[in-house]
């Protein structure tokens, strides 16, 4: 069975600090795909990145970064210099198939001017 | 752009009328998604179908149905709404894929209350 842990129910965080969501998954299968979604107020899933189980390299665009460490089973976003846009509920999620995402409970972040 | 629609933003029904919650992709997509989205668990799979007229049960598929009679269309059914049933439901779609890798792509929820 597949599993996705993110243990931080809510994050709250003045303007411009640092923030990372942690992520811990769990699969039996070599070949897994991970990904983030971002939630925003709107309520419309969002995008981020995409990850193969392949491929650990770490990847950053503009002000957000992911780090993707198997040893752990771990895949972490961080968002520097937070903004309040930023603020939104963030999901983890990981499939091992061509169907099915398994998604986290999400992370509420809330970025405080 | 991908756009996924739902046809309701809102919606507020009684215990045990019959609900369609209607879904629309634009990209030609083959694979389809119904989600429920419940505080504390995230979203879970109730239904998708990689076809048209084809289904599978996702993680939690009693009390739903589903309906794909066109390629841009994915219906979800509530046969008898039953309070436990209220929740924000989310359509998404995604490319026919060989590696999994391809990403779904949300419409915007539609939030049903059932009283």
């Known amino acids: 069975a597949q599993k996705v842990t993110q243990a931080q129910t809510e994050i709250s965080v003045v303007e411009k600090e640092d923030v990372t969501l942690d992520c811990v998954y769990e699969t039996r299968d070599t070949t897994y795909y991970l990904f983030w979604y971002k939630q925003p107020p709107s309520g419309e899933l969002v995008f981020l990145i995409r990850?193969?189980?392949?491929?650990?390299q770490n990847e950053i665009s503009g002000r957000y970064s992911w780090n993707f460490q198997k040893s752990t089973s771990s895949f972490n976003f961080t968002i520097t210099a937070s903004q309040v846009v930023d603020s939104a509920v963030y999901f983890c999620a990981l499939r091992v198939n061509d169907y099915k995402l398994s998604f986290g409970a999400g992370t509420t972040v809330t970025v405080r001017a | 752009d991908v756009k996924v629609t739902q046809s309701s933003r809102y919606l507020v029904k009684r215990t045990g009328e019959k609900v369609f919650l209607e879904c629309v992709q634009d990209m030609d997509h083959e694979n389809m998604f119904w989600y429920r989205q419940d505080p504390g668990l995230g979203l879970r799979l109730i239904y998708f179908?990689?076809?048209?007229?084809?289904?599978e049960k996702g993680d939690i598929p009693e009390g739903y149905s589903v309906s794909r009679e066109k390629k841009e269309r994915f219906s979800l059914i509530l046969e008898s709404a039953s309070t436990n049933q209220t929740s924000m439901y989310l359509c998404?779609?995604?490319?026919?894929?060989?590696?999994?890798?391809?990403?779904?792509?949300f419409g915007p929820g539609t939030r049903l209350t059932v009283l």
């Open positions: 998404a779609s995604s490319l026919a894929t060989s590696g999994g890798f391809n990403e779904q792509f």
């Open positions: 990850r193969n189980s392949f491929d650990e």
């Open positions: 179908s990689y076809d048209v007229k084809m289904k």
